[in-house]
């Protein structure tokens, strides 16, 4: 539901600015606001996860978000601007928030055995969302107005956080855990204290493949922003007349594709209790960024829909297996990765909307993604092979512990010392 009013806004939104400023500029300030929010929000989140509760912080992020919508739906004429800007500010910070909180709470809201099929139905019903926000977005600006679309948005809102309050569970924050003398919390605020910036994301970086993990996350960001940049140019091209439905058609398969591929890995991880691994990560970036180079290269429109499939589901097995991956690693680690991760993706996307956007002024789409989406292929390969030269260095007998380690990037995420702690 948040997702869902969170795409319909990003559409609502940059409209909305657009008519009360009547400038493109402001529209382009607007997005660079609530990305560079997003880019800070990434870099403080570890540090918050570490002092509150997963659960606390997704719910006041959904609270703070909603208030804010409130607030530009009763903000005079006159203070619309500067409403816009708050808009900016809390709905970019906030849902990075809420999505660092949230990833890297679901293990201790499904047992680690359920980590990768908890994922898939997340990504599944943000997969859906996405294609529903946009697409109705310009219905719902068209026949009931912004204010009608700014409700609708404040009350997904609403409903995620009466939701996260229902949960039972504490969410996998620290607040609420004892130390050996009884005092809750005191065990989340020495964390917080020992990790700080940035020797918590150095830390993390330092696992064994995760830091060119992470660097490949970004590159694939960057890859993202080309196409998204470029399918507009793309679609006008094809059909002048109606260039929004070439954008339309390729989504909508593109979700399709993502959610039977969300259905193979739930049916996979429950009849294996295994999840896709680090290496889906590297193989479905390959075949992903393969499948967005080939739908601007002009194939007919029947096999540009099975192109769109084909991406669609690569890019459900990368987002799958990234997170399960990162969701490996021990809970004081785990925030600040996924707090590092969005940052450098907000960054990635970011950067790569400013440059693409300068480019198609004067090459082709296919070009620009071509060069975008192929350097995500050259860090996908370097990082496949780096992860098979971790394994087969697992592999090796080096004592009676040998035989029973999983693969390297598995036991880097969660070290012998961890579990004694835990066990302890």
Not at 4 to 13: E, R
Not at 59 to 66: C, E, I
Not at 197 to 218: D, E, I, N, Q, Y
Request: proline share 4%.
């Amino acid at each position: 539901m948040s997702s869902y009013g969170t795409f319909l806004n990003m559409v609502a939104l940059n409209l909305f600015v657009y008519e009360t400023t009547g400038r493109a500029l402001a529209m382009g300030l607007f997005m660079t606001v609530r990305l560079a929010s997003g880019f800070v929000a990434g870099l403080v989140a570890g540090g918050l996860l570490a002092r509150f509760a997963a659960k606390a912080v997704m719910l006041w992020t959904n609270v703070a978000q909603a208030a804010v919508m409130l607030l530009l739906v009763l903000a005079p004429q006159g203070a619309r601007t500067a409403a816009l800007m708050s808009v900016s500010v809390v709905v970019g910070g906030c849902g990075t928030l809420f999505m660092v909180a949230l990833r890297s709470s679901i293990p201790e809201m499904v047992g680690e055995d359920r980590r990768s099929w908890a994922n898939s139905l997340s990504i599944t019903g943000r997969s859906l969302a996405m294609v529903a926000g946009f697409a109705s977005a310009g219905v719902v600006v068209s026949l009931v107005g912004y204010t009608a679309a700014f409700v609708v948005d404040m009350a997904t809102f609403v409903v995620c956080a009466v939701t996260v309050a229902l949960l039972p569970i504490a969410g996998g924050g620290k607040d609420g855990e004892k130390d050996a003398g009884g005092v809750p919390g005191a065990k989340g605020r020495r964390a917080g204290r020992r990790w700080r910036m940035p020797g918590a994301f150095l830390a993390t970086a330092a696992v064994p493949g995760l830091g060119l993990m992470v660097v490949l996350r970004s590159v694939d960001a960057l890859g993202s922003s080309s196409h998204n940049a470029a399918l507009p140019v793309h679609s006008a091209a094809l059909d002048a007349a109606r260039p929004a439905v070439f954008v339309s058609a390729f989504w909508c398969l593109w979700a399709l594709g993502n959610v039977v591929a969300q259905q193979v890995i739930q049916r996979y991880a429950g009849r294996t209790g295994r999840s896709v691994g680090a290496a889906g990560f590297g193989y479905g970036t390959c075949l992903m960024s393969g499948a967005f180079v080939l739908a601007f290269a002009g194939f007919p429109m029947a096999a540009t829909a099975v192109i769109a499939l084909v991406a669609g589901a690569a890019d459900g097995l990368t987002e799958v297996s990234y997170t399960s991956h990162l969701q490996t690693l021990s809970p004081d680690l785990r925030g600040h990765a996924f707090g590092l991760s969005a940052t450098v993706e907000n960054l990635g996307f970011g950067v790569g909307m400013i440059l693409v956007s300068a480019v198609l002024e004067s090459h082709r789409p296919l070009t620009v993604v071509a060069w975008s989406h192929g350097a995500a292929v050259v860090v996908a390969v370097v990082f496949l092979i780096r992860i098979s030269a971790l394994r087969k260095r697992s592999a090796a007998p080096e004592g009676p512990s040998a035989p029973d380690a999983p693969d390297v990037p598995d036991v880097s995420a969660r070290s012998v010392a961890e579990r004694d702690g835990r066990n302890r």
